[in-house]
């Protein structure tokens, strides 16, 4: 019997191989990936979310704990959408889970993200890494008032915090890249494995030559070109 692991190896690799070429155009073949990948996602969504109801409401609701018929309603109520006559009905459970997540938020954003930050910055002005953090901070922030024009020495604070600003979003997308970089040398990896780099190469023959065939004989058209 094949380990299911090797197996799932050998399945990634024709997969991250129909994906990839996406990078020629679009094409039946990562149409087809993609229609996998969205399939397999919505699955195990509602197998998951089904599991969480089942263990969470209906289990509850039979052990004697009637409170919880409340919350089985609301999430019925959401499948409202599903009939235009009744899409009012869904706007309840909606409107209910928004307001309890916003007070949940705010309970811990407002010492998080505002009076946290605030005691973040009030450093000493004893190392100059603390000295840029300050610096750094009131004219980024500075930068973002636009009920005045940037004139007299407000303008260079300006200038000062948009280049902080350009200087962090570069940062940023640097990291941003390398992480994509290290997802696709950790599947690289995967699929040049001494066990799996035949697979890698056959499935690689394969989707080449259903792809020119395809496009020789007109059987395969690139949606980009509509």
């Not at 990634?12 to 990839?20: F, I, N, Q």
């Not at 610096?135 to 604070?157: D, E, H, K, L, Q």
């Not at 992480?179 to 001494?194: K, S, T, Y």
């Not at 780099?197 to 949606?223: D, H, P, Q, S």
Request: no cysteine; glycine share 8%.
């Amino acid at each position: 019997m094949i380990d299911p692991n090797y197996l799932g190896l050998i399945v990634g690799s024709l997969v991250s191989l129909a994906a990839y070429t996406t990078l020629i155009g679009d094409n039946p073949i990562s149409k087809a990936t993609e229609n996998l990948y969205l399939g397999i996602l919505a699955g195990y969504l509602f197998a998951t979310n089904w599991d969480y109801i089942n263990r969470n409401a209906v289990t509850k609701i039979q052990g004697g704990e009637a409170v919880y018929i409340i919350s089985l309603i609301l999430s019925l109520m959401l499948l409202s959408r599903l009939r235009s006559g009744w899409v009012w009905l869904s706007r309840y459970p909606i409107v209910l889970s928004i307001g309890v997540g916003m007070g949940l938020a705010m309970r811990t954003t407002v010492m998080a993200d505002f009076v946290q930050q605030i005691q973040a910055t009030l450093l000493r002005w004893n190392s100059l890494e603390n000295i840029v953090m300050i610096v750094g901070t009131i004219t980024s922030a500075a930068y973002f008032i636009f009920t005045t024009r940037p004139t007299g020495p407000y303008r260079y604070v300006n200038r000062v915090g948009r280049l902080f600003l350009l200087v962090a979003f570069g940062v940023a997308y640097g990291q941003t890249v390398s992480f994509r970089f290290e997802l696709v040398i950790g599947r690289l990896v995967d699929m040049l494995r001494p066990d799996v780099i035949w697979y890698t190469t056959g499935f690689l023959i394969i989707i080449i030559t259903i792809l020119v065939i395809g496009y020789k004989t007109k059987r395969i058209e690139w949606y980009s070109e509509k």
